[in-house]
């Protein structure tokens, strides 16, 4: 059953502590994305990767960082530089050399501060 | 710069009548674009596209959507509303690769309320 999982569903986090959530697809595909959504304001780009190795900052990249190391996996670190952490966190995949480009998404992640 | 706007943060529909949720872009060139549905506290899913060719995209759900070039517009359909049709929509915009600010950026309009009552 191929998709992409997101874990944990729910993450609490403690003030001046990081946090790492996984995303992790068996699509084949070459290109995941980070989102960030918060009410009324639609989704945002955190960052992006296309091939294995690299990544590009999006739209909000401060106080995130990613790695991706191998091609089904595009883990996040929400750092305690990030002020504003509490939202819901999307990943999404897509197949570079399909027509349009879909991006899929995972279930995600509601990240909360304690 | 590329942008979505969704100009209504609700819509109510009674089940059994016709659906619309609107939405308009802004770019330079000919776009790529998109619908997504979230229920609550779950991932977005993949409805339709417009890619080119057709301008009346079919998707799932028996949900579809008409690319309109000269008003900038790409409006979801639906003939007839279902209470399980009620969630949250979003519409995307993309530029092709090898277009001046095409590639992976998809922008999202800031959503629409779905609500179908009996």
């Known amino acids: 059953d191929g998709g992409i999982t997101q874990s944990p569903k729910y993450l609490f986090r403690k003030e001046g502590q990081n946090v790492t959530l996984s995303c992790e697809q068996n699509l084949n595909h070459d290109a995941m994305y980070w989102y960030r959504q918060d009410p009324g304001q639609g989704l945002r780009l955190i960052y992006y990767s296309q091939i294995v190795n690299d990544f590009q900052k999006g739209d909000i990249a401060e106080g995130y960082s990613v790695s991706r190391e191998k091609k089904e996996s595009f883990p996040l670190t929400v750092t305690s530089a990030q002020k504003n952490p509490t939202a819901f966190y999307l990943c999404?995949?897509?197949?570079?050399?399909?027509?349009?480009?879909?991006?899929?998404f995972g279930p995600g992640t509601r990240l909360l501060v304690l | 710069a590329q942008s979505v706007a969704q100009p209504e943060d609700q819509v109510n529909v009674a089940e059994g009548n016709p659906l619309t949720v609107k939405c308009t872009y802004s770019v330079s060139g000919n776009p790529y674009l998109f619908w997504y549905v979230q229920y609550p506290n779950r991932g977005l899913q993949f409805l339709l596209k417009y890619i080119t060719g057709d301008n009346l995209v079919k998707g799932s759900y028996g949900f579809e959507a008409e690319f309109n070039k000269s008003q900038t517009s790409f409006h979801l359909k639906k003939p007839s509303a279902l209470v399980s049709d009620s969630a949250l929509y979003f519409c995307a915009v993309r530029l092709p690769r090898g277009i001046t600010g095409g590639g992976n950026k998809l922008t999202f309009g800031t959503g629409t309320q779905l609500k179908v009552e009996l």
């Open positions: 999404a995949s897509s197949d570079r050399v399909a027509v349009g480009e879909t991006q899929y």
